[in-house]
């Protein structure tokens, strides 16, 4: 499966965005999806999880309560709507696809553990 993320941008310390994660193929449902991030000098980092059938998501401590991953399988999408966002979360942010992955969050939240990668779509916030 290959990936595109859009929807980033420019916003201030307390607004809301909304990525999103086209996939083409016809397997989609066969994949869980995580959205990972990287910031400037540092590692890439896990930041949420949703299973093949969405029943099931995960989230880093650093953005729980605040972003929600969700995916609409009819669509081959996959999406991260991000609210009161903080400079902290500054990043360039990748959609991701594995196949086996269970609901570990010490498997999900491995980068190895997925088979493709998007483009990466740059979040910028301004404090």
């Known amino acids: 499966v290959q990936l595109q993320a859009c929807g980033g941008g420019l916003v201030q310390t307390g607004d809301s965005l909304r990525l999103s994660c086209v996939a083409s193929g016809r397997t989609f449902a066969a994949y869980a999806l995580s959205w990972f991030r990287q910031a400037p000098g540092k590692a890439r980092e896990f930041v949420a999880h949703?299973?093949?059938?969405?029943?099931?998501?995960g989230y880093a401590d650093s953005v729980k309560g605040r972003f929600t991953i969700s995916r609409d399988n009819t669509k081959n999408m996959v999406y991260l709507r991000m609210n009161t966002l903080k400079p902290e979360d500054t990043a360039v942010y990748y959609c991701?696809?594995?196949?086996?992955?269970?609901?570990?969050?010490?498997?999900?939240?491995?980068?190895?553990?997925?088979?493709?990668w998007g483009q990466g779509t740059q979040v910028t916030v301004s404090s």
């Open positions: 991701a696809a594995g196949r086996g992955i269970t609901t570990n969050p010490v498997a999900y939240s491995r980068e190895r553990n997925y088979d493709s």
């Open positions: 949703i299973t093949r059938t969405g029943a099931t998501t």
